[in-house]
């Protein structure tokens, strides 16, 4: 049973990051590798929330989730938009450089020291028992919790409102999008937008459950292997490919070797190249793409 | 013969009118991810050197240090070697990770400069019989500290010894918590299980699982401090109510606060603020000057890293050059007033030092407050 709680909980920090991956490429082909560091910002943003708003926790989180979406938002319009029209390694390279630019900045404005917005909101990680004697830490329950909230809001948003259809349309075919009224800008900057706050929120939920620390932007580059295996184009491929990339680690941990959880989401990834380069879930004719 | 040629090379090129100051070249992990751990030891290095500046610097000229950002890379750390020999350093520094050794070591042994290890994990290349160029001050010490580790285990211990071990798959933790192992076993203990945790883990839970079923009565970790506690606080989280010792890093003191778990203990080799030494009054007081943004409790290792050199270049007559600083760190003696179980102490063969303190701490939910498990334990190092 302990193990299924271990599966469940990496498994939605890995689904939680990846569909930020995929939202961004599904809707505008770029691949965004400042994804770490866009999630860790949005740590840095809870721990700053929660000292400005000290006493008041729920507030501290509606603001760094706003925060974060609004970042997301203003990656686009400031930076990501230039890029419109360019070459698609042009823009994977503008996110390295992104990547690079936030990095520098998170170490001046918040320094190096590992930090605990949990206690700064004034709250503790209890542990508690889910039956069978297994037990979940209160930050992993609400990190199943939350990953589930955001991927059925992303099926219901993408298939039952006017924005979600648009998005859709515009990742499909951006030109006869735009010939029928569709705002590409508008669209790729709330597809940042989202995906910058639920990376964010898994940034936000991973340093509740173990605190803020550098090597947080390393697990943002952790989730994409499982984004590819499920196919870089489909939430529910990011979804499956999250639990057999977390399975595979956590099963390995437990029977075989602890330094093979390092690699085994990169050997899944190869296999999965090898018997299916587009991934689980993900559409063939976007191979060449990818 | 090439170690002559190297020290002719070295005496011709560094040409001593131009310096008016001595000067000693840093590279450190400033940004990248141990940033956490080496920063605070540098700026705390430049703030000490800074006040001894103030006092009118070291035999009446000043001590210059560059210090100069490697991320943790290798290829960084070997560019800024070779970028702080142009600038003629008399002594090069490193406070970053062991990967970023080997291109410091091989600039060092080309240009014959000594290479110094302030606050980065001391090399064995320092122990006795030491490398003629390495020489090393920092709190850690591998196979020493597991020594000193699992004996405090075994005095403590009442029961049988079950004992765990845990670490991250960085080759210098992997390698002391393999002797730890081996160690436990000719002490009598029982080693149950060992879980290397990749650099990073977005969740230490399941290394934690495997520990706990194992059910040691104690685990062990050595390793970066995020390894060390996230392991802990998982196993905690699963119900596991045995000991842990584990390495007290620059934050120990901060970090026992915040736990505040009376059977979680660390074990390191430098004084804690709450002894209020008359130095710590004194590093207080040049940290606010400084004006220094992290908690003073982080600063221990970088102070001493900046009186090890301060004595080190008192030691060296004016003109210096890079060999009268390797004849003065050759026989080296630093009072550390207290930082530390004793003096510092460098001979031509033991570059690390002559004696390793060690102390234990906790937290005491009775007095709520951090309390001392035991006081310094020395061990000899010796060949």
Not at chain 2, 108 to 123: A, E, I, M, N
Not at chain 2, 203 to 214: N, S, V
Not at chain 2, 257 to 267: A, L, M, N, S
Request: glycine residues 8%; charged residues 15%; contains cysteine.
């Amino acid at each position: 049973m302990q193990l299924a709680v271990n599966i469940a909980v990496l498994a939605a920090i890995y689904a939680l990051i990846a569909c930020g991956y995929v939202l961004i490429y599904r809707t505008s082909r770029v691949l965004s590798l400042a994804h770490g560091e866009l999630m860790m910002l949005g740590a840095y943003g809870l721990a700053a929330t929660a000292s400005l708003f000290g006493g008041h926790p729920l507030i501290a989180i509606a603001a760094s989730a706003v925060l974060a979406l609004t970042v997301g938002v203003l990656v686009y319009v400031m930076l990501m938009r230039r890029m419109t029209g360019e070459s698609v390694l042009a823009a994977v390279l503008t996110t390295i450089a992104l990547g690079i630019l936030l990095r520098g900045l998170m170490i001046l404005m918040f320094g190096t020291q590992t930090q605990y917005p949990l206690q700064q909101l004034g709250w503790t990680n209890a542990s508690l028992p889910v039956g069978a004697g297994a037990r979940i830490s209160a930050a992993g329950l609400v990190l199943v919790a939350g990953t589930a909230t955001v991927y059925l809001g992303l099926f219901a948003f993408l298939r039952l409102t006017r924005w979600g259809i648009r998005m859709r349309a515009a990742g499909q075919n951006p030109l006869l999008a735009a010939q029928r009224g569709i705002r590409l800008h508008g669209v790729y900057a709330l597809a940042w937008g989202l995906a910058t706050f639920t990376g964010g929120m898994a940034g936000m939920l991973i340093a509740c459950d173990a605190g803020i620390e550098a090597t947080l932007v390393t697990i943002g580059l952790k989730a994409f292997p499982a984004a590819l295996v499920g196919g870089l184009d489909s939430l529910l491929g990011a979804l499956a490919g999250s639990v057999i990339i977390a399975a595979a680690e956590v099963l390995l941990i437990n029977y075989v070797d602890p330094l093979l959880s390092d690699v085994v989401p990169f050997f899944v990834l190869l296999a999965m190249l090898i018997l299916r380069p587009w991934g689980l879930c993900g559409t063939r004719e976007e191979l060449d793409r990818v | 013969m090439r170690k002559a040629l190297a020290a002719l090379l070295v005496a011709t090129a560094w040409p001593v009118a131009a310096q008016d100051a001595y000067v000693v070249g840093v590279s450190a992990a400033m940004t990248g991810p141990g940033a956490g751990i080496y920063a605070p030891v540098v700026d705390a290095m430049k703030a000490y050197l800074d006040h001894v500046n103030a006092k009118g610097g070291v035999n009446g000229k000043q001590v210059r240090l560059i210090v100069l950002d490697d991320g943790a890379e290798p290829s960084r750390a070997a560019a800024n070697a070779k970028k702080l020999l142009s600038d003629k350093v008399l002594m090069l520094i490193n406070t970053s990770l062991s990967s970023t050794y080997a291109p410091m070591v091989t600039e060092s042994k080309r240009s014959g400069v000594p290479l110094y290890f302030g606050g980065s994990v001391c090399p064995k290349d320092t122990y006795p019989p030491a490398d003629p160029l390495q020489f090393c001050s920092s709190a850690f010490g591998a196979n020493l500290d597991s020594q000193g580790a699992l004996a405090f285990v075994k005095a403590q211990a009442k029961d049988p010894v079950r004992i765990g071990f845990a670490a991250m798959a960085i080759p210098i933790a992997r390698a002391e918590i393999d002797y730890a192992e081996g160690l436990s076993r000719t002490m009598g203990m029982t080693p149950v299980e060992k879980q290397i945790s990749p650099p990073p883990a977005p969740d230490y839970t399941p290394f934690a699982t495997k520990l706990k079923d194992a059910n040691p009565n104690w685990v062990f970790s050595w390793s970066p401090w995020v390894s060390q506690v996230r392991t802990f606080e998982a196993m905690r989280r699963l119900g596991w109510n045995g000991r842990y010792l584990t390495w007290a890093h620059l934050n120990a003191e901060d970090e026992l606060e915040r736990i505040k778990d009376p059977e979680f203990h660390v074990i390191g080799t430098n004084a804690f603020f709450q002894d209020n030494l008359p130095i710590h009054a004194e590093i207080r007081a040049i940290t606010h000057r400084a004006n220094l943004k992290y908690p003073v409790t982080y600063l221990t290792e970088g102070f001493i890293a900046g009186m090890v050199i301060e004595g080190a270049l008192k030691n060296t007559p004016w003109p210096p050059t890079p060999q009268k600083v390797l004849a003065a760190m050759n026989n080296l003696k630093v009072d550390m007033k207290g930082l530390r179980g004793g003096p510092l102490e460098w001979t031509k063969d033991n570059h690390f030092r002559t004696r390793q303190y060690y102390r234990v701490w906790r937290w005491d939910t009775s007095r709520n407050a951090v309390s001392r498990v035991q006081d310094w334990q020395a061990i000899d190092v010796k060949r």
